[in-house]
């Protein structure tokens, strides 16, 4: 089995900024592609960021120029950057991972609140 982890959500400003991280472990032999999703209350989860393992990016539209994605593959780690945070980024944010351990599977985090708000 493997877990994910994150930590880094919170209360924030509009204009601010937060840093999300995602610790992997558990049977890891791969780690393929990973990322962040979002879910804000009545809406569906969506796409923020994806990262694969040679460090190709993929942003939302509505992240580019304010989120970055990167990792550690060393530290089976993902983090988002988040910077420039508006009410409407408000949303449980979750990690995502492709792995390889005893099968191919993925695998989600518990999700770590983001609340962007004066």
């Known amino acids: 089995q493997v ?3 994150e930590s880094g959500g919170g209360l924030v400003q509009p204009g ?9 472990s558990g049977i890891i032999f791969r780690l393929n ?9 009545g809406k569906e989860r969506e796409l923020v960021a994806a990262i694969t393992s040679g460090g190709n990016t993929n942003y939302a ?9 990167s990792r ?11 910077i420039s ?7 449980v944010y979750y990690c995502n ?6 099968y191919r599977k993925v695998y989600w ?10």
């Open 72 to 82: 550690d593959n060393a530290k089976n780690t993902v983090n988002l950057q988040m």
């Open 16 to 24: 601010g900024s937060l840093r999300l991280s995602c610790a992997a």
């Open 109 to 118: 985090g518990q999700g770590t609140q983001v609340t962007v708000s004066s």
């Open 97 to 102: 991972a492709d792995v390889t351990g005893v």
């Open 33 to 41: 592609a990973m990322g962040w999703y979002r879910q804000a209350p």
């Open 85 to 91: 945070l508006k009410p409407e980024d408000t949303a």
């Open 3 to 5: 877990q994910l982890v």
């Open 61 to 69: 539209d509505s992240v580019k120029g304010r989120f970055t994605i």
